[in-house]
């Protein structure tokens, strides 16, 4: 749960996106064996619903920007909330124990509205995989 409030504590740190910002918490499970290692167990989204803004954070955008990033909502409905963004230049590891450098993850995580269900899913550009994780998440604020 720490990890979850100093999420929440990045978040609000940042330059608020408006007075109307909400917060989602999203604590997120691989769908598959291997989906796990590419999206992290907890995703953190702060989001004005009158705009297209919105900023993230999780343990990947922790290890390489070291603070939230810019995400977008590309999808605002009455049923879901979809933001997506991208995170670049990711140093890895094959399994051929190659060190590599993936140079765009596209991330998207939906939430349901009403329910607050959430779906995340990662696509490493150039590649052919496409890994998922699936959870709830809590509105903060």
Same mark, same amino acid.
């Given at each position: 749960m720490?990890?979850?409030?100093?999420?929440?504590?990045?978040?609000?740190t940042?330059?608020p996106l408006?007075?109307?910002?909400?917060?989602?918490?999203?604590?997120?499970?691989?769908?598959?064996?291997?989906d796990?290692?590419?999206?992290? +167990?907890? $995703?953190?989204? =702060?989001?004005?619903?009158?705009?297209? #803004?919105? *900023? /993230?954070?999780?343990?990947?955008?922790?290890?390489?920007?070291?603070k939230?990033?810019?995400?977008?909502?590309?999808?605002?409905?009455?049923?879901?909330?979809?933001?997506?963004?991208?995170?670049?230049?990711? +140093?890895? $590891?094959?399994? =051929?124990?190659?060190?590599?450098?993936? #140079?765009? *993850? /596209?991330?998207?995580?939906?939430?349901?509205?009403?329910?607050?269900?959430?779906?995340?899913?990662?696509?490493?550009?150039r590649?052919?995989?496409?890994?998922r994780?699936?959870?709830?998440?809590?509105?903060?604020k």
């Amino acid at each position: 749960m720490n990890k979850i409030f100093a999420a929440v504590l990045a978040m609000s740190t940042l330059v608020p996106l408006s007075a109307q910002a909400t917060v989602y918490v999203c604590e997120l499970a691989p769908t598959g064996a291997n989906d796990g290692a590419w999206i992290p +167990p907890e $995703t953190v989204v =702060e989001f004005d619903p009158n705009s297209d #803004k919105a *900023m /993230v954070f999780d343990g990947l955008i922790k290890e390489i920007y070291g603070k939230p990033i810019e995400a977008k909502i590309s999808v605002n409905n009455n049923k879901r909330y979809t933001f997506s963004w991208n995170v670049r230049n990711v +140093p890895i $590891t094959t399994t =051929e124990r190659k060190q590599m450098l993936v #140079k765009n *993850m /596209v991330y998207r995580l939906t939430v349901t509205k009403g329910t607050l269900q959430a779906t995340e899913t990662m696509k490493p550009i150039r590649f052919t995989n496409t890994f998922r994780a699936k959870g709830k998440c809590v509105q903060k604020k």
